[in-house]
């Protein structure tokens, strides 16, 4: 990716008084993106936070075993921590398989990571030992494939400028043609005097 700044466009050719819509333009096309990294890091501390408490559980059952050995109450609250511990062991894979899915689908322009998680029959992608996802590729391409909808193609909003010159002015007409509503109405606001 190209590092956008001043001096790169200068390089360029670009007049001081376009610059700066330049990089603003830019910066607006990465937002997108850098919500997408948030979320697959939020994602990755709660995996991170839920396995911790599972290295927790495993050393309470480990300390109630050796205290447990003959004592039948022990016994039990043993037996009742080793299926609370079997479920979480459960949950966490369950967690961490929705998340891998989450991510790359968030890496494939999903709409929304969590629709598109109860729309597609995830018992497909299976987690591997060596923490590996089987079937997660074969997955996304199927869904791209059979639900379009769900995902979106990260297109730049509006024309790019001409490198080197002013942009050229749209008339009131060309502007109310604009078909992306938020383009048009950030049109409109710096053309306010056609609208008068």
Same mark, same amino acid.
């Given at each position: 990716?190209?590092?956008?700044?001043?001096?790169?466009?200068?390089?360029?050719?670009?007049?001081?008084?376009?610059?700066?819509?330049?990089?603003?333009?830019?910066?607006?096309?990465?937002?997108?993106?850098?919500?997408?990294?948030?979320?697959?890091?939020?994602?990755?501390?709660?995996?991170?936070?839920?396995?911790? @408490?599972?290295?927790?559980?495993?050393?309470?059952?480990?300390?109630?075993?050796?205290?447990?050995?003959?004592?039948?109450?022990?016994?039990? @609250?043993? @037996?009742?921590? $080793? %299926?609370?511990?079997?479920?979480?062991?459960?949950?966490?894979?369950?967690?961490?398989?929705?998340?891998?899915?989450?991510?790359?689908?968030? $890496?494939?322009?999903?709409?929304?990571?969590?629709?598109?998680?109860?729309?597609?029959?995830?018992?497909?992608?299976?987690?591997?030992?060596?923490?590996?996802?089987?079937?997660?590729?074969?997955?996304?391409? @199927?869904?791209?494939?059979?639900?379009?909808?769900?995902?979106?193609?990260?297109?730049?909003?509006?024309?790019?400028?001409?490198?080197?010159?002013?942009?050229?002015?749209?008339?009131?007409?060309?502007?109310?043609?604009?078909?992306?509503?938020?383009?048009?109405?950030?049109?409109?606001?710096?053309?306010?005097?056609?609208? %008068?």
């Amino acid at each position: 990716m190209i590092r956008m700044n001043r001096e790169f466009l200068r390089g360029l050719g670009v007049t001081e008084d376009i610059i700066p819509q330049i990089i603003n333009q830019h910066h607006d096309a990465l937002r997108p993106l850098r919500e997408k990294a948030d979320k697959a890091d939020e994602l990755q501390q709660t995996v991170d936070g839920l396995n911790e @408490e599972l290295k927790n559980r495993d050393t309470q059952l480990n300390a109630l075993q050796e205290k447990a050995k003959d004592n039948e109450d022990l016994n039990a @609250e043993l @037996e009742k921590y $080793k %299926q609370q511990n079997e479920q979480k062991t459960t949950e966490i894979k369950q967690l961490q398989l929705n998340n891998a899915i989450k991510v790359e689908a968030l $890496k494939h322009n999903v709409v929304d990571a969590d629709a598109f998680i109860k729309l597609v029959d995830t018992s497909k992608v299976k987690l591997n030992e060596d923490g590996t996802f089987e079937g997660l590729d074969s997955l996304i391409t @199927e869904s791209t494939e059979k639900m379009p909808y769900l995902f979106t193609d990260t297109k730049p909003l509006g024309k790019p400028l001409p490198v080197g010159g002013q942009p050229q002015a749209m008339t009131k007409e060309q502007i109310l043609k604009v078909e992306d509503r938020s383009e048009r109405q950030r049109l409109i606001r710096e053309n306010m005097n056609l609208f %008068q």
